[in-house]
């Protein structure tokens, strides 16, 4: 059994390693946290299974190998069914008529929602204020507790990069 202040430490130990194999497999800083979350996480449910002269270093390795298959299928079979949707959903269009203006707004829009979830949490929480619930910067500052000028200046540069982003054409 492992107590807390022994997982700590292995935890901490470890940390680097799994967060470089997982950037390593994905090319991505925030998919790679993810793995290092999701190891740690089953780590920390096992380790009253876990004794001293395990070696846990090599199953962390392993799990964050499982890990990383695991959600690359979910991913690719996620992008499999919005395929096969939007395949559907182009038929569909063509016995009304017009696929390529449809297209081209289908195509905006995923390039929108791409660059969209490259913004900080911070910054889409704004946005998401901002332009879903309608609100002006002094009522998001009044919720949020910043400045009026603060959110003010956030929610631009959110747009900045927005723009940016989809003038480099997206990030698929």
């Known amino acids: ?48 299974r876990l004794g001293p002269d395990d070696n846990i270093k090599a199953l962390s390795v392993r799990m964050a190998k499982n890990v990383c298959v695991s959600q690359w299928r979910h991913e690719r079979q996620s992008k499999k069914f919005e395929r096969e949707e939007m395949l559907y959903a182009v038929e569909k269009q063509q016995s009304k008529g017009d696929v390529s203006e449809w297209l081209e707004e289908k195509e905006n829009d995923i390039m929108l929602a791409d660059a969209k979830a490259r913004l900080t949490d911070s910054e889409k929480k704004l946005m998401a204020m901002s332009n879903d619930e309608g609100l002006k910067a002094a009522q998001i500052a009044e919720i949020t507790g910043m400045t009026a000028h603060s959110v003010s200046t956030i929610l631009g540069r959110a747009r900045h990069k927005l723009i940016e982003m989809i003038k480099k054409g997206g990030i698929r």
């Not at 059994?1 to 950037?23: C, Q, S, V, W």
């Not at 800083?29 to 089953?42: F, G, N």
């Open 1 to 48: 059994m492992i107590t807390e202040n022994h997982f700590e430490k292995i935890a901490i130990e470890l940390r680097p390693m799994l967060l470089d194999l997982g950037y390593r497999f994905f090319a991505d800083k925030s998919k790679a946290e993810d793995v290092v979350q999701e190891v740690l996480m089953r780590l920390w449910v096992m380790r009253n």
